[in-house]
């Protein structure tokens, strides 16, 4: 998981600065002012442990890449600082003072930031009437109404009905494109049109759009559920950090399923909290030895015993010599004692006490 690291100010509210409220935030979408409010807020009382991006994702209903889209804009626009400390730990920090004073921010970040990707273009506003003669004049949008009450398994409501036409007069996806979409977000009981509507947006944000690159889409994303699912974390968001591990491990080291999965299980008994990273180690380590199957594990296996059981001490009968637990007392002296004159003295001994000796 991704995580970010802030400092606590320890107050009972929170401080807005004015020249955000004036400059900044008419100018900007409700979902990227949500995010800048929300974790404003979490900065000054961080919960035990960090800010989870994908707790903060969940609060508000937004997918990851649209998070950190947000994140991105205000880093852009320098209202704040975020930055990649590590591959699953971000730092957050937000300015107090207005970067339109900040003589390092440069026209050219000023432009960068104007150009907004799809995702944050306005969907557009049809009345009911536009939606009944769309209805009425395309069987395949009436179908896609069909479509999608089957896969919710409720009547879809006129507000449903805009946002379904949006997919294909605003974002410009092909219906079989949208059933594909609307079953893939029932697959995974998220049947909330707006889950669906941001799903949509993320979808062609990254390029997909047709169904066969939906569909390749989905096999990659299910490869990947199947590792972290191997690892205990079960989560319906794959991160850019998950990606570029996972791809690494498919494309450049070339290994299959089956070798992820035994690095996965190799992880879980060997590790408290086994991670992508300590799998990670253990793939690198097998493609620097040539892996390529199963059997090249079980060889590497094989040759780490053997090595081990050399390391052991070996006496010339090639029996490993026991431990001496009482070498201790060895090192003491032997008695040459006289076992004869003792007796002969101790009987002396008797004679004189019997005769009143001494």
């Known amino acids: 998981m991704a ?41 000054h009382n961080p919960p035990e442990g960090g800010i989870c991006l994908e707790d903060v994702c969940k609060s508000l209903d937004m997918l990851y890449s649209e998070l950190i889209q947000a994140l ?49 273009q306005t969907r557009p506003e049809y009345s009911i009437d536009e939606i009944n003669l769309y209805k009425d004049n395309s069987h395949d949008f009436s179908n896609l109404v069909r479509v999608a009450e089957r896969y919710l398994g409720r009547l879809i409501s006129f507000t449903d009905q805009k946002i379904l036409y949006s997919f294909y007069d605003w974002l410009h996806m092909p219906f079989d494109l949208i059933e594909y979409l609307i079953e893939y977000c029932a697959s995974m009981n998220r049947t909330g049109m707006h889950y669906i509507e941001k799903v949509a947006i993320n979808w062609v944000d990254e390029g997909i759009l047709t169904l066969e690159q939906a569909k390749a889409k989905m096999a990659a994303d299910k490869r990947y559920f199947k590792i972290l699912n191997a690892l205990g974390a079960s989560r319906n968001t794959i991160t850019p950090t998950d990606k570029k591990y996972m791809s690494k491990w498919f494309d450049t080291y070339k290994f299959s399923m089956d070798i992820i999965l035994t690095a996965c299980n190799r992880a879980i008994t060997q590790a408290n909290k086994p991670s992508l990273n300590y799998v990670d180690s253990i793939l690198t380590s097998w493609y620097n ?13 094989q040759v780490f ?27 003491m002296d032997s008695h040459d004692w006289d076992f004869d ?17 001494s």
């Open 3 to 43: 995580y970010i690291k802030s400092h606590n100010f320890s107050t009972d509210f929170v401080q807005i600065p004015e020249w955000f409220i004036t400059d900044y935030m008419p100018k900007a979408q409700g979902g990227y002012t949500k995010v800048y409010l929300y974790l404003l807020a979490l900065t």
């Open 72 to 120: 991105k804009y205000w880093d852009e626009l320098k209202v704040l600082s975020f930055k990649e400390e590590s591959e699953e730990c971000f730092e957050l920090n937000f300015f107090s003072l207005n970067p339109s004073t900040n003589p390092k921010v440069t026209a050219s970040t000023s432009s960068a930031v104007s150009q907004k990707p799809i995702i944050g």
């Open 289 to 301: 030895e040539k892996v390529k199957t199963l059997d090249d594990i079980a060889k590497l296996d």
């Open 305 to 331: 015993e053997s090595k081990k059981i050399l390391a052991q001490p070996v006496n010339q009968g090639g029996v490993t010599p026991l431990p001496n637990k009482v070498a201790k007392f060895n090192t």
């Open 341 to 357: 004159e003792i007796e002969k003295l101790e009987r002396e001994y008797i004679e004189r006490k019997l005769n009143g000796g």
